[in-house]
């Protein structure tokens, strides 16, 4: 299986702050991956899709690159809704995989 | 936009079989060139991949839960079904369906199944 590797497993930031995450395939998957965000007691979200196209009707400030084994996720202006845990997910190979997640914390 | 919505028993025995059910509205199940799936979250952990259905009816499992996952559809009733046999505690989690192309669009809001007797 592929493992998926994010880090940090946590940050703490600010309201307006730029924040990355970042997530490693332990093998080349191209552009299969996706990042969700989940808010507690939610399922999650999809936000990004191929590495780096938008799902419809999520906030611009969200952005993904990446192609091969390494990628990230970028918040570009931090907002008070974006406190949440962001994991990214493989569709490549099966069985499809998940990072461990990355936990946004209010500083 | 599709709606799915899991329902099953939030409490089931170890040694035997955990049973849930997804249904699907604002489309069909059988017309779509979509993967529809199970995944599943322990409490306070990430998320495991446990197996999806192909809308032409072929199925992908989780190694890990290979010989105790089983996935059907029922596209009379625009469902599709999760079997687990044999649970441990370890098979507490919060249980979502999901259905995309690879990634996951559209999700259930999730059910917690607890293992215990």
């Known amino acids: 299986a592929i493992r998926m590797t994010q880090s940090p497993s946590s940050l703490s930031a600010s309201t307006g702050d730029r924040v990355t995450i970042t997530c490693r395939a332990s093998q080349g998957i191209s552009i299969y991956l996706a990042w969700y965000q989940q808010k507690p007691g939610k399922a999650p979200k999809l936000l990004i899709y191929?590495?780096?196209t938008l799902q419809s009707g999520v906030p611009s400030r969200f952005s993904g690159s990446g192609s091969g084994t390494d990628f990230t996720l970028t918040i570009s202006c931090l907002q008070s809704e974006d406190f949440a845990t962001y994991y990214c997910q493989q569709y490549y190979s099966y069985p499809w995989t998940f990072g461990q997640g990355t936990k946004v914390e209010i500083k | 936009q599709l709606q799915l919505h899991e329902s099953g028993p939030g409490l089931v025995k170890p040694s035997e079989t955990l049973s849930l059910t997804c249904t699907v509205s604002g489309g069909s199940i059988s017309s779509s060139s979509y993967y529809w799936g199970w995944i599943r979250q322990p409490p306070g952990k990430g998320l495991e991949w446990i197996g999806s259905i192909y809308y032409n009816g072929s199925t992908y499992y989780n190694p890990s839960l290979k010989s105790r996952v089983t996935i059907s559809v029922d596209t009379s009733k625009n469902q599709f079904s999760l079997k687990l046999s044999s649970v441990t505690a370890a098979d507490t989690a919060v249980y979502y369906c999901?259905?995309?192309?690879?990634?996951?669009?559209?999700w259930g809001q999730g059910t917690l199944v607890t293992v215990s007797s």
């Open positions: 191929a590495a780096s």
């Open positions: 999901a259905v995309g192309t690879g990634d996951l669009d559209y």
